[in-house]
């Protein structure tokens, strides 16, 4: 194998890895009604970022916390129900 297929396995791999482990985390979330670091129920959708149009593909958007401001994922078809 050519040593320039390795530098790229090994340059796309970790990005694939955080990208998968992303996704799995956010798709355990049953619900964004509540921060995960806060418990605050002060959540709201985030500005997306370039990262997140990846993240669409696989129905996880960005929220942010108003109290913490920590951004975290969630699943899209839960999205932001305002309490």
Not at 45 to 68: G, K, M, Q, T, Y
Request: hydrophobic content about 50%; charged content about 25%; some cysteine.
């Amino acid at each position: 194998m050519r040593i320039r297929y390795i530098l790229a396995i090994a340059a796309v791999t970790p990005v694939l890895i955080t990208w998968v482990a992303a996704i799995m985390i956010a798709r355990s979330r049953r619900r964004v009604d509540l921060c995960p670091a806060c418990r605050s129920n002060r959540v709201r959708p985030s500005w997306p970022s370039i990262l997140d149009h990846f993240f669409s593909i696989a129905s996880v958007a960005a929220f942010r916390c108003e109290a913490c401001l920590k951004r975290f994922y969630g699943r899209k078809s839960l999205q932001y129900r305002r309490l």
